[in-house]
């Protein structure tokens, strides 16, 4: 029987504050995906837009800095602006993170085949993993990188019909937003004690003003700027949200592995709504990545509901 008497600071932990910690685990957990719920619905939003790639990224991101700035001031009232100066510069490099996240990927998506841009971004949680080791001292379980290797060898079986048939320009813009996705996450797991929501506004913003160069905002028909300002407040800013409050409390890695789901959530869409078939391999490849999540999560949970309590 183990001596208690002389217990480890990391053993000495009560149970109220194990159950804390477990609660909060989960509600990001719960957050992050959420959030990539609410992404995965853009699919078909885009499909039913006509409007050319940097019009769609003008107006979706000019409503969604609106929508959060909105939200901010509601909720802060007179503090809304201190609630910017505050987020510093950690908030800046994930607005900038998020920013070049975003528009790379719609941008990507008119170069290169979707195959390539989902398989290159999905490198996403390697990254963070690696990020989180060097730069946040922050260990990464063997479970986690089964798991991680588990989801990209899925999404590759889903897109191995097309693999290899893009751009290299889109491919090459997929891998930035594999490295800009997982810088966010990692900043955001650094500065956890810092509200983010202005750094998702910050980044609606950045996206906005790179897209005015470029954009056609008045070529745009009634219907399409409807479904642009859903496009931006609804699936963008709300997303943007979920997925800000729920990294914090989450090890970077977990949290781009959970948005793996995005590349099944996506095409499933497409297939209730427009009848789109995504085919045996998508069907396939969909399945072991969500294996490879539920078995993961599964662990973790099963995990800290089996460790000891303090004596």
Known sequence: ??????????????PASSLARHLLHRRGVLLVVLAVVVWSSGGPVVRAIEADTWTIVFWRTLSAALSLFLYLAIRERRRTFAVFRAMGLPGVGIGLCFAIASTCFIVSLAQTTVANVLIIQS????????MGLIFLNEAVPLR????????VGGIALMVSNSFGTGALSGDLLAFVIAFAFAGATVIL??????????AAC????????????????WGVSWSDLGWLVFLGAGQLALGLIL???????IPAAEATLITVLEAILGPIWVWLIFGENPGPYAIMGGGIVLVALAIHTGLDWRQARMAPPAA
């Open 189 to 198: 797991r650094r500065h956890a004690e810092v509200r983010m929501t202005p």
């Open 243 to 249: 997925y800000t409050t729920g990294a914090r409390l």
């Open 144 to 151: 986690r990188w089964l798991a991680i290797f588990g989801a």
């Open 1 to 14: 029987m183990p001596d208690t008497t002389s217990a480890s600071p990391a053993a000495t932990q009560t």
């Open 202 to 217: 910050l980044a609606a913003l950045f996206g906005f003003l790179f897209a005015a160069l470029f954009a056609d905002p």
């Open 123 to 130: 490198l996403a949680p390697f990254i963070a993993a690696i």
